[in-house]
């Protein structure tokens, strides 16, 4: 599975951006992840395919939205209320299953920065 993330960029604190991320094969699992600069890579949110469940961390809650485009293959990241804490680069990932642990994800696209300023 070939994953390309787009979408990201500078935008002022209060602000919002979606990142996108399409698959080039089937998948059971699409999340994003972050790692900012000197940091350990975290979970940001993930969705379940076939449920179309999502499942966020407790700092993005109430301000990111994931959702699929099935016909599209592909998965949203709505990003709203950006906080100077969400500047990181962004990850997209596929997997077997949803889980906050990087390593089990076995697919990765490669990162797109999204920079907040104040």
């Known amino acids: 599975v070939r994953l390309q993330a787009s979408g990201g960029g500078l935008v002022q604190a209060g602000g919002s951006l979606r990142l996108s991320c399409a698959a080039s094969?089937?998948?059971?699992?699409m999340g994003w992840f972050r790692q900012a600069p000197e940091e350990e890579r975290e979970f940001v949110a993930a969705?379940?395919?076939?449920?179309?469940?999502?499942f966020y961390a407790d700092s993005v809650k109430g301000r990111f939205t994931i959702a699929r485009d099935n016909a599209k293959n592909t998965a949203y990241l709505q990003m709203n209320r950006l906080k100077l804490e969400d500047t990181a680069i962004y990850y997209c990932?596929?997997?077997?299953?949803?889980?906050?642990?990087?390593?089990?994800?076995?697919?990765w696209g490669r990162g797109t920065l999204v920079t907040v300023s104040s």
């Open positions: 094969g089937s998948i059971n699992a």
């Open positions: 969705i379940e395919w076939s449920s179309d469940s999502p």
């Open positions: 990932a596929a997997g077997p299953l949803v889980s906050t642990t990087p390593t089990t994800w076995n697919h």
